[in-house]
């Protein structure tokens, strides 16, 4: 792995279903993020992590969860998904703790609920 | 509240010079990213201002001024490599969410 990837690469969901997307990063950062962009709306943060076993909420936090057991993990879990979760999703990720730092941007997971 | 405004679509010549603007509200300040995102592609960093004052990075430069709320990224001897969308995003102290980006300026650069 080099950098940070995700997974999967684009996914088609029954409304109702749980999903979990996962999100991997190999440069040892401290501070992770989960955004979803939407055409017209941009990049809003949904949950970040400053540091392992740490999350807070972003700007859209609702319908969402997030975990952050290790330094390496940030999955994203959607526990019941709605049409309106459809969207691009981006993980990154920072290498200081806090949120001032540049972002490392994975290449995104194209998340469509029907 | 925060909000963030940005021209919404800009073109420019191959070889000109562009200034994308970028004003914000918010509710306390800590610092402004310009990132560049190419069409189907995830962002990447160009800059980041926590003072006042023009930070030049090759082509790119990014300039703050916290009194008025405002913020620019020039690009000078453009190519058409950057045609992309750039997007401007503020960390704020307080409220809902520590950082907010705006909806984006997508520059089309043209022969």
């Known amino acids: 792995i080099a950098g940070i990837t995700q997974a999967p690469t684009s996914q088609i969901l029954a409304a109702g279903r749980r999903m979990t997307l996962r999100c991997t990063q190999d440069?040892?950062?401290?501070?992770m993020y989960w955004y979803r962009q939407d055409l017209g709306l941009g990049l809003r943060l949904i949950h970040y992590?400053?540091?392992?076993?740490?999350?807070g909420k972003g700007e859209v936090p609702d319908g969402y969860s997030v975990s952050r057991a290790n330094t390496d993990d940030f999955p994203l879990t959607l526990a019941s998904a709605v049409p309106s979760q459809t969207s691009v999703y981006f993980c990154?990720?920072?290498?200081?703790?806090?949120?001032?730092?540049?972002?490392?941007f994975g290449p995104g997971t194209r998340l469509t609920v029907l | 509240g925060q909000n963030i405004d940005q021209p919404t679509e800009m073109t420019a010549t191959e070889g000109a010079i562009v200034q994308i603007n970028c004003t914000y509200q918010?509710?306390?300040?800590?610092?402004l990213f310009w990132y560049q995102q190419h069409a189907g592609e995830a962002p990447t960093f160009l800059s980041y201002?926590?003072?006042?004052g023009l930070e030049e990075k090759g082509r790119f430069s990014s300039f703050l001024s916290r009194s008025k709320g405002y913020s620019y990224l020039l690009l000078k001897e453009l190519q058409m490599k950057d045609s992309a969308s750039y997007l401007c995003?503020?960390?704020?102290?307080?409220?809902?969410?520590?950082?907010?980006f705006g909806k984006g300026t997508r520059l089309s650069v043209i022969a």
């Open positions: 990154a990720s920072s290498e200081g703790e806090g949120l001032d730092n540049e972002q490392f």
């Open positions: 440069m040892r950062h401290n501070a």
């Open positions: 992590s400053n540091t392992a076993g740490t999350t």
């Open positions: 918010t509710s306390g300040f800590n610092g």
């Open positions: 201002n926590v003072l006042d």
């Open positions: 995003a503020v960390l704020v102290i307080s409220g809902n969410t520590p950082l907010v």
